[in-house]
């Protein structure tokens, strides 16, 4: 009898699912007597150059993992032993293969609730070699927990009916450490989405530029940054001194700091970039300052009334002349000049020897010679010379100064806040950046982002996305390069790159000529971060995203 060719794979695949389950649980059942005399030896499983399992290993778990869907317990037992022993593998795989740390991004969409999705997908990134994971958490104003306990003021990710109480990010977490994965949180900062600029009661925490501008009103490329998963429509940026953004944020935070995450990346940590001219900022009103707590924070750092008085001036107008600067002396006269934070006042003229002199010759040829008494006429009293009105050109150009320096701080502070909850807890955090955000640009310029990643305290982790895409890695090393050249002394930098393994996308060389390049620049690093997992699994990630259950 023929036997058709669905049933002999049907055959096949059950043949060798029995026997990855007899292999696994003969293993399980004799582990204890047997394994203190071999968990010093190399690994039994065949890693690659960058620890990933071998073909016959990743089938073998794949058919594990489908047998304990059916909830019998010697099949999920099976499947468990088979995850430990994999962990094993590839953690002491990672301890003698650079980079000692390998990660990669990952965004998880509702269809992952089905049965065994999450461990599907993780097991397959631990089949690359991966011992850590990124979670996405919170990105384009969604956030990944479950509709019954989400007290924050954004909509959860997972909607659908029947999953009211389904914590897909706690699963995640707990599906990944039992993997031997670091699981880290990933979320956006000052970008709070779409979702978030459409509550009528939250429209004052949205940064406004001095054309009272959003970043959503504003004029901008369609496709920037598209290639990062990042939807124009849904960059929504707060002002960073909104003492109501800060709140809505810490409380998010500390609802996925309860998920117990074993470290958390904060991205977004920046203004939005312009598009063509406007990526440079030139001028006040290009800053996003001019949110009502913005301004007014802005104006406290004013030193007298006269300094007050001409910031006001500067962001009204974008600038300030003499006029301005008579007007507000004329104003207080009582204050020698405008005053704020880091200005230095002009030194106050002082008396010299010589002036000393010429002031008692003076009283002596006031006195008449014969009698040497005073002169009984008194003479006329010299008007007091008025101090000389300050340059303007120089106000003007300590304004801006100011002005740059306070849209800097706004974005350190709101870092500060927003990574408390998780330090005070021993939480590690990492802060995500471009290593080109941060730059001067020509005269007076800066890149509009503002990212000042240079200033973030050496304590939190450096996740350098080095996105570079020129064809090659000439410049991808180099964004690296300035990275370990400004970072803080002592500080963990982790180049995030983008692309695929053994192939070039997106105008990028694969993830291994990369890496080789980065090692080869800076041999001091040893942890790569890769964007993205759906970049890995372009067709997979589409039917995770589009799926019907």
């Known amino acids: ?133 990124y979670i996405e958490a919170f990105y384009d104003g969604q956030v990944l927990l479950p509709v019954a306990d ?147 924070m802005l104006l406290q750092r004013a030193n007298n009334q006269q300094g007050r008085d001409l910031i006001q001036r500067y962001l009204t107008k974008g600038f300030i002349n003499t006029n301005d600067v008579q007007a507000v002396v004329k104003q207080y006269p009582n204050e020698r000049e405008p005053l704020w934070q880091g200005r230095i006042p002009q030194a106050v003229p002082v008396a010299t020897p010589a002036s000393r002199r010429q002031n008692d010759a003076s009283k002596v040829a006031s006195q008449t010679p014969a009698t040497k008494s005073p002169n009984t006429a008194n003479p006329t009293p010299k008007p007091t010379p008025k101090p000389p009105l300050p340059d303007t050109g120089i106000l003007q150009k300590d304004l801006w100064q ?47 982002r503002l990212q000042p990643w240079d200033s973030f305290p050496a304590a939190v982790e450096f996740h350098a996305m080095s996105y570079g895409n020129c064809g090659n890695v000439s410049c991808i090393v180099p964004q690296v390069e300035r990275v370990v050249s400004l970072a803080p002394p002592g500080a963990k930098i982790i180049p995030a790159i983008a692309g695929d393994w053994g192939k070039s996308v997106k105008n990028r060389p694969s993830l291994e000529i990369q890496m080789q390049a980065i090692r080869s620049a800076t041999p001091q690093i040893n942890a790569v971060s890769h964007f993205s997992w759906g970049w890995q699994e372009p067709e997979d990630e589409r039917a995770r995203q589009t799926c019907r259950f």
């Open 402 to 448: 100011l002005s740059v320096a306070h849209a800097v701080q706004g974005i350190l502070d709101f870092f500060g806040v927003a990574t408390r909850p998780a330090q005070s807890l021993g939480i590690p955090v990492g802060a995500v950046f471009f290593p080109d955000a941060n730059k001067k640009i020509n005269q007076g310029g800066y890149d509009s």
């Open 150 to 296: 989400n007290p924050t003021v954004w909509p959860s990710v997972l909607r659908n009916p029947g999953y009211e109480k389904y914590d897909l990010l706690e699963k995640a977490i707990a599906k990944g450490k039992q993997r031997g994965l670091k699981v880290y949180t990933w979320l956006f900062t000052m970008n709070f989405g779409y979702t978030y600029s459409q509550r009528p009661d939250r429209q004052q925490n949205l940064a406004l530029n001095g054309q009272n501008q959003t970043s959503l009103t504003i004029i901008k490329d369609a496709t920037i940054n598209d290639d990062f998963g990042e939807v124009p429509g849904n960059q929504a940026f707060i002002d960073p001194y909104s003492p109501q953004a800060r709140q809505d944020y810490t409380l998010l935070v500390n609802q996925i700091v309860k998920r117990r995450p074993q470290g958390m990346l904060f991205d977004y940590i920046r203004y939005l970039r312009g598009f063509g001219p406007a990526s440079v900022a030139t001028k006040v009103q290009d800053l996003w300052i001019y949110g009502p707590a913005s301004q007014q």
């Open 1 to 133: 009898m023929k036997i058709a060719p669905t049933r002999i794979a049907n055959f096949q695949h059950q043949r060798r699912f029995l026997s990855a389950v007899t292999a696994v649980l003969t293993s399980s059942f004799i582990s204890q007597l047997v394994w203190p005399f071999i968990e010093n030896k190399a690994a039994f499983a065949e890693t690659s150059a960058y620890c990933q399992l071998s073909k016959e290993d990743v089938n073998q778990k794949e058919d594990l993992r489908r047998a304990a869907l059916s909830g019998k317990s010697e099949s999920q037992q099976a499947y468990f032993a088979v995850l430990n022993k994999h962990a094993r593998e590839i953690a002491q795989c990672r301890q003698k293969t650079w980079p000692q740390t390998q990660a990669v991004w990952l965004r998880l969409y509702p269809c992952d609730v089905r049965p065994g999705e999450v461990d599907r997908v993780l097991d397959n990134i631990v089949n690359k070699g991966y011992n850590e994971v």
